[in-house]
């Protein structure tokens, strides 16, 4: 049986998230003005994989290749704006990450 899990996520960074094999993303929102959450459909009885994620900024620098785009969100009334992407592949050793 499938359910839904949130998971919190660090603005503006590229992170990991275990995620059960197969999860789908459905969205990313900010709740109370704070951290975005990530919601995922999983089958909870899957293993965990890493799945990778950047976030970054409008009008800041970003890879030639961001990944696939999954939502966007703001928090501080709007003041700031994020962009979600999901890498295909964990990031080269040699790009500055701070993946978790």
Do not use: A, C
Request: glycine share 4%.
């Amino acid at each position: 049986m499938k359910t839904i899990w949130k998971f919190e996520l660090t603005p503006n960074r590229l992170q990991s998230v275990p995620i059960p094999f197969g999860g789908h993303i459905l969205t990313v929102k900010v709740k109370d003005d704070k951290s975005p959450l990530l919601w995922v459909l999983v089958d909870p009885d899957m293993p965990p994989k890493d799945r990778y994620l950047g976030i970054y900024t409008t009008n800041t620098e970003l890879p030639d290749d961001p990944g696939h785009y999954i939502d966007s969100f703001f928090i501080y009334e709007g003041s700031l704006e994020f962009h979600l992407f999901e890498l295909e592949n964990p990031p080269e050793e040699s790009e500055e990450t701070d993946i978790q």
